[in-house]
């Protein structure tokens, strides 16, 4: 009884493999429909495409065994990807600082890692971690560019307006290493 399933299936088999299927599949069964990306989503993947190239540059540096071509690819990248002006982001960055002046955590948080910042510069050896110092601050970009995306007729001084209140409002916060 086995011997006559295994060969009936064994026909089977063959006579598929030699007659074909004679449907053949010339257009999709159904696209693929991707949904549109909130602003907030957009910001993430813009930030993915800047780690990418981070990453990149950070490769670059340490094959040819100089870091000192980080800094002026950090402000090359946020210009090409993001559309920053220089220095953009350290604005981010004191807008933060300066609505969370009676938030002593943060205040502690970002003092340690501006003391390892100097403990870096003096070492010599901060090119190497420049980029894990500024990625502590990416979700101020995200949310700079969400803001951005929310309203793209906005100038720069009106978006950094209502970064300093979302800023305000609790709705981005840095998470110190």
């Given amino acids: 009884m086995r011997l006559l399933i ?8 063959v006579s598929v493999l030699l007659i074909g299927c004679d449907q053949e599949i010339t257009q999709p069964i159904m696209e693929i429909i991707t949904p549109p990306q909130s602003p907030l989503e957009k910001a993430q993947a813009v930030i993915e495409s800047v780690n990418e190239r981070r990453t990149e540059a950070h490769q670059m540096a340490e094959e040819a065994g100089d870091f000192s071509t980080i800094f002026v690819a950090s402000e090359d990248i946020f210009r090409e990807e993001l559309g920053f002006r220089r220095g953009l982001w350290v604005d981010l960055i004191e807008i933060y600082r300066q ?10 948080g970002l003092e340690n890692l501006e003391d390892a910042f100097v403990e870096k510069l003096q070492a010599d050896t901060f090119g190497m971690f420049y980029f894990e110092y ?26 950094l307006t209502l970064f300093r209140e979302s800023v305000r409002d609790g709705e981005v916060a840095v998470i110190f290493p």
Avoid: H
């Fill in 6 to 13: 295994l060969l009936i299936t064994l026909m089977l088999c």
């Fill in 99 to 108: 609505e969370n002046l009676e938030n002593p955590e943060m205040l502690e």
């Fill in 134 to 159: 500024i990625r502590t601050f990416d979700a101020l970009i995200v949310e700079y560019l969400r803001l951005s995306f929310e309203s793209p007729e906005k100038s720069e001084e009106e978006l």
